[in-house]
T-cell receptor, first 112, second 114 residues
Framework: SQTIHQWPATLVQPVGSPLSLECTVE??????LYWYRQAAGRGLQLLFY??????ISSEVPQNLSASRPQDRQFILSSKKLLLSDSGFYLC???????????FGPGTRLTVL | AQTVTQSQPEMSVQEAETVTLSCTYD???????LFWYKQPPSRQMILVIR??????QNATENRFSVNFQKAAKSFSLKISDSQLGDAAMYFC???????????FGAGTRLTVKP
């Protein structure tokens, strides 16, 4: 069966520091991968998605970037965090050709 | 542009009773999918039910069913025989044919009273 991992689970970072959040999927090949952000009390906002290694589509221009160095690895990065980057970050995967997206446990990021 | 609106920030239901959560959406696409996700206190998003726009029959998954009104662009979730474990945030979501662009509503917080 397929599983999705995210780490770290919780992160507290100062303003201006770099960021790297990692997401990995097991049990499937060539998945579509997604990064979402959820602000407090809000719905999810799609940040990036990837349909293959090195292929990244950005939905919202911002302080963040994404990379997919391996088939089942998706990384969310920032060179300098802003206070507004605080939130809950969720990674999701989908089998191409099927509609359902499945989510990881998320990372709670607090920027101070 | 695709938009999803959930007009009920909070709902409550008595245990064993039935509750309906509302969702309206807007899209210019003819082929699309609608979803309901549950987010319990752990915050992991759990897929509850999916409806394909081309299907007239309403989707059902055990105690969960939807009322899909395509012309009205309405997609409500009915939870029957509510259980304490159903307490969570519920999000309505809309995805295009390739579903690389899923859009979420703001969510409805469901409380289940014993």
């Amino acid at each position: 069966s397929q599983t999705i991992h995210q780490w770290p689970a919780t992160l507290v970072q100062p303003v201006g520091s770099p960021l790297s959040l990692e997401c990995t999927v097991e049990g499937t090949s060539n998945p579509n991968l997604y990064w979402y952000r959820q602000a407090a009390g809000r719905g999810l906002q799609l940040l990036f998605y990837s349909v293959g290694i090195g292929q990244i589509s950005s939905e919202v221009p911002q302080n963040l970037s994404a990379s997919r160095p391996q088939d089942r690895q998706f990384i969310l990065s920032s060179k300098k965090l802003l206070l507004s980057d605080s939130g809950f970050y969720l990674c999701a995967w989908r089998i191409p050709g099927y509609p359902d997206q499945f989510f990881g446990p998320g990372t709670r990021l607090t920027v101070l | 542009a695709q938009t999803v609106t959930q007009s009920q920030p909070e709902m409550s239901v008595q245990e064993a009773e039935t509750v309906t959560l509302s969702c309206t959406y807007d899209t210019s696409e003819s082929d699309y999918y609608l979803f309901w996700y549950k987010q319990p206190p752990s915050r992991q998003m759990i897929l509850v039910i999916r409806q394909e726009a081309y299907k007239q029959q309403n989707a059902t998954e055990n105690r969960f069913s939807v009322n899909f009104q395509k012309a009205a662009k309405s997609f409500s979730l009915k939870i029957s025989d509510s259980q304490l474990g159903d307490a969570a945030m519920y999000f309505c979501a809309l995805g295009g044919y390739n579903n690389n662009d899923m859009r979420f509503g703001a969510g409805t917080r469901l409380t289940v009273k014993p």
